[in-house]
């Protein structure tokens, strides 16, 4: 699979076409300006070390060894200063002759963080202030054959920002204050620049504010020619034909006639018919649209819809003189629409692709390290194929982190998850009544819907995380109008303008059809931001205060949920690379620097929450495991009531798929990739066929839950049995499950199902059955997971060699809840984990390993849950 995905990927880049484009990454220096405030104290830094590029000041401290781990013990809190520094980049290159004598040369700069002062052989280049954009400088006549001298100097935000934020007589509102003291609690900074607003800390990930040369720098040159974007508009989709048209943006010295060649092949490297035409440019930027239709078109599908096919379209130009300019471009085709029919209750919120309703079945994404450019290789292509195989189709970047890399959608183009892209404000008030801020994020806005507009899996935009309910309901905007009225009316006028009107424009102009929706949650600016019945729908009164029990899900019915979460710690493993055997204790010092929500006393929630179903843990080991439990079987019970409530639910994105650093938060995947709990049970949850048995107030719902665009012949099974094993009732009915669809099979009290029988000793196993085999099981309690009556399971493990790997066979005497295998230290994959055996049932597992089997069956450990006596 992941050779296929590398030539997919290798084939779907698309090629701007210059004669020759070089890689500025070769010997780099960095140092800490000597004249900065904060050399007195680290003098070290102050010296020219070698620096990595692409990269980051603190990855190059941590590689000169003046810093300690970034991630380890609890080393946030004396790092801090990094973030006030001024901090300089250099290097030199030689350019060779046939460079030197083109017409055109630009340096380009994919990504500086953030505001960055550019020098070339002592002459100013640029100023650059947007760590989202792409900066192009020519520099034609200003490069020398030896020796070109290029330095960047990046200020601190902090620095730079704070006397004009202390200056302000009211102050819009931040995010996450600083606990560092590296800047004033009521004069945060980072919603004034165009920077992520994670370095300035979450509550799942540390406080680095860094700078840098963070993605890739290179030197492009070209003669008289060149095809600066290309660009497939999908006009019209069908059956039968599809109508685009080839938009090719071409950059020419002069006015002449040319000849273009448009070749397109499918997902399978057939060719298909190619388009030629003959156009006159004229001197300047030219923009040259060629009309394209493919006959019976073969279209780009979610995961679980249908395949991801994809096309490729290669335009070569060539003018009089024998100069030529090629350029590709990968896509596929599909519609999409963001529906919003309208009931008695409110208006929906539907992702509809090729005029199917889909239901968006995903989590939402954070960035993959506090440091982007060290991501390491495969770890993005492992998360995304993870939420693949756990039957998710729809992931939301979310608008703290940035703008994904180009590998990032390329493997969302060819696992067939959709992706809901927020444009990136994170919270707080950004300052969008200053024209010039508007400006920016209009350019960085521009250069990234260009850059990503040709992915197929791009299906929403969005105009910002939380930022219009944090104004309208969090007090926000109650509070700054309290204080002076006008400047609060000038703030919302900025921020309607902004993501109102402005990014909706840029969306339509350059976005290729893709919807654009103004924030989330919001019912896009109407009245009431986070509605249960309009739009889609944040929901933190589950965790967040008033920190409701999970139970509270089954009361909230949204549209569309967007965000909701439990928190649980990574296993024992992850946790070891961060905190030393001493440190593992709840409250340590170094556990607390890695638990972010409540400014470190989040264990406090995460006790409430685990205690309240589980009872109170036996150690540390136990309360990692009980908060895994918690996150998963939590986390399950509000997807599968959102998958129920079909279709006035059409989306369940949880909080959150993946963790920028080791330590707790709301994430089913660690930050090594380990799977927690809550991502075997995602597996299961989002299965396209599933019976979801909520039970609520003494009451049980059963909903057979298709996600198939045909009708299917099913069965659903209900057995009561007690815990050890005997069975109590047992029937079985067939059903006929629609088309793209959640049927309500049945409803019983607890009295029905129990008939007299202890609720302690009982559970009611609920199963979908295919042509009689089992595709989903749904397990209902009567109690809390602490009062009940279980026992030792007595289970059996047996580890044997099997082809490859190894077969792992469970055997359970009695019930055995929330099972999981653990091999410790040993890398080991398993084919299934988190599970619940009924009495006397067997599970097989694969396990793929590099470690001998004597090894595996020592480390082997086998932990169901049995409450504290």
């Not at 009451?699 to 069975?727: E, F, N, Y």
Request: hydrophobic letters at 40%.
């Amino acid at each position: 699979m992941r050779a296929a995905l590398l030539a997919a990927l290798l084939a779907g880049a698309a090629h701007a076409g210059p004669a020759d484009s070089r890689a500025l990454d070769a010997v780099w220096e960095f140092r800490l300006v000597p004249s900065d405030a904060q050399a007195p104290q680290h003098a070290e830094a102050a010296i020219w070390r070698r620096a990595q590029v692409p990269g980051n000041v603190h990855t190059d401290l941590l590689a000169a060894g003046l810093i300690p781990d970034p991630y380890g013990g609890a080393a946030e809190s004396e790092l801090q200063w990094i973030g006030l520094g001024q901090w300089e980049y250099r290097t030199t290159f030689d350019v060779d002759a046939a460079t030197l004598h083109r017409t055109h040369a630009e340096l380009v700069f994919d990504g500086l963080d953030t505001f960055a002062h550019i020098e070339l052989n002592g002459a100013k280049l640029l100023d650059a202030d947007n760590a989202f954009r792409t900066w192009r400088v020519a520099v034609q006549g200003k490069l020398r054959a030896r020796g070109n001298a290029l330095h960047i100097v990046f200020d601190s935000p902090i620095a730079r920002l704070l006397p004009h934020v202390q200056a302000m007589p009211h102050k819009l509102a931040g995010n996450y204050p600083s606990p560092y003291d590296d800047e004033p609690k009521d004069a945060m900074t980072g919603n004034f620049v165009r920077k992520p607003g994670y370095h300035y800390g979450w509550d799942w990930g540390p406080r680095y504010v860094t700078a840098g040369i963070w993605r890739a720098l290179k030197l492009e040159s070209w003669d008289a020619l060149r095809v600066s974007d290309f660009n497939i508009r999908q006009r019209g989709l069908s059956d039968d034909s599809a109508r685009l048209d080839a938009e090719l943006q071409i950059d020419s010295d002069r006015a002449e006639n040319i000849a273009v060649e448009l070749a397109v092949r499918d997902s399978d490297g057939k060719s298909l018919e190619a388009v030629k035409q003959r156009a006159k440019l004229r001197a300047g930027s030219n923009t040259l649209t060629l009309p394209v239709v493919l006959a019976n078109p073969r279209r780009w599908w979610p995961n679980g819809y249908g395949r991801q096919d994809m096309y490729t379209f290669s335009a070569n130009i060539a003018d009089a003189h024998g100069v030529q300019a090629a350029t590709s471009r990968r896509t596929g085709l599909r519609t999409v629409e963001l529906r919003r029919d309208k009931d008695a209750n409110g208006q929906g919120f539907a992702l509809v692709v090729n005029g199917v309703p889909i239901f968006a079945k995903g989590a939402n994404v954070i960035p993959f390290d506090a440091f982007p450019a060290r991501v390491p290789p495969g770890r993005i292509g492992h998360v995304l194929a993870s939420a693949r195989d756990a039957n998710m189709n729809l992931l939301r970047n979310w608008g703290g982190g940035y703008y994904e890399s180009d590998e990032f959608f390329d493997l969302a183009d060819e696992l067939g998850l959709m992706i809901w892209q927020d444009f990136m404000f994170g919270g707080g008030t950004p300052p969008a009544y200053d024209p010039q801020f508007r400006a920016s994020v209009r350019a960085e806005a521009r250069d990234n819907l260009r850059r990503l507009r040709s992915h197929p899996s791009l299906v929403l935009w969005n105009g910002n995380n939380e930022e219009e309910t944090a104004w309208k309901d969090w007090g926000i905007g109650k509070q700054l109008t309290q204080e002076d009225s006008a400047f609060a009316q000038k703030a919302w006028d900025g921020y309607v303008q902004l993501f109102g009107h402005d990014l909706r424009e840029v969306v339509a102009q350059e976005g290729n059809g893709v919807p654009y929706w103004s924030s989330s949650p919001s019912n896009d600016l109407a009245a009431k931001a986070n509605d249960s019945d309009n739009g889609d729908k944040h929901y933190w009164f589950v965790w967040g205060n008033p920190a409701l029990p999970a139970d509270a899900y089954l009361d909230e019915t949204p549209r569309f949920m967007s965000e909701y979460g439990l928190q649980s710690w990574p296993s024992l493993r992850t946790i070891a690379t961060v905190a030393a055997p001493q440190d593992l204790a709840i409250g340590s010092r170094v556990l607390r620097a890695h638990q972010k929500f409540m400014a470190g006393a989040g264990d406090a929630r995460l006790m409430l929450y685990v205690a309240r179903e589980y009872g109170a843990p036996r150690d540390f080991a136990d309360f990692v495991y009980l908060s895994q439990v918690m996150q998963a079987e939590g986390i399950e019970l509000a997807a599968l009531h959102h998958r129920a409530s079909r279709p006035r639910t059409m989306g369940s994105l949880y909080w959150q798929l993946n963790d920028v650093w080791p330590g707790a938060s709301w994430s089913s995947i660690d930050f090594y990739g380990r799977w927690k709990p809550l991502q075997f049970h995602a597996r299961r949850f989002f299965a396209p066929l599933a019976v979801a048995a909520l039970r609520h107030d003494g009451k049980t719902q059963v909903s057979l839950i298709s996600d198939r665009t045909v009708p299917v012949a099913a069965q659903w099974r209900v057995t009561v049995l007690d815990l050890a094993g005997r069975r109590l009732r047992e029937e079985r009915h067939d059903a006929s499950l629609s088309a793209l669809s959640a049927t309500v099979a049945a409803n019983f009290s607890d009295a029905e199902l129990l008939h007299g029988a202890d609720p302690k000793h009982t559970a009611a196993a609920f199963e979908l059955l295919i042509d009689g085999q089992r595709v989903s099981r749904s397990v209902v309690y009567f109690d809390a997971a602490k009062n009940l009556a279980l026992a030792d399971p007595e289970l059996h493990p047996d580890l044997q060699r099997d082809g490859d790997g190894y077969a792992l066979t469970l055997t359970a005497k009695h019930l055995a809840r929330a099972v999981w295998v653990d091999f410790g230290a040993p890398d080991a994959a398993l084919s299934d984990n988190a599970l619940t055996l009924l009495p006397g049932e067997t599970a097989k597992l694969h396990v793929t390993s590099a470690v001998a089997l004597d090894d595996l069956r020592r480390t082997l450990t086998v932990r169901p849950y049995i409450p504290n006596s």
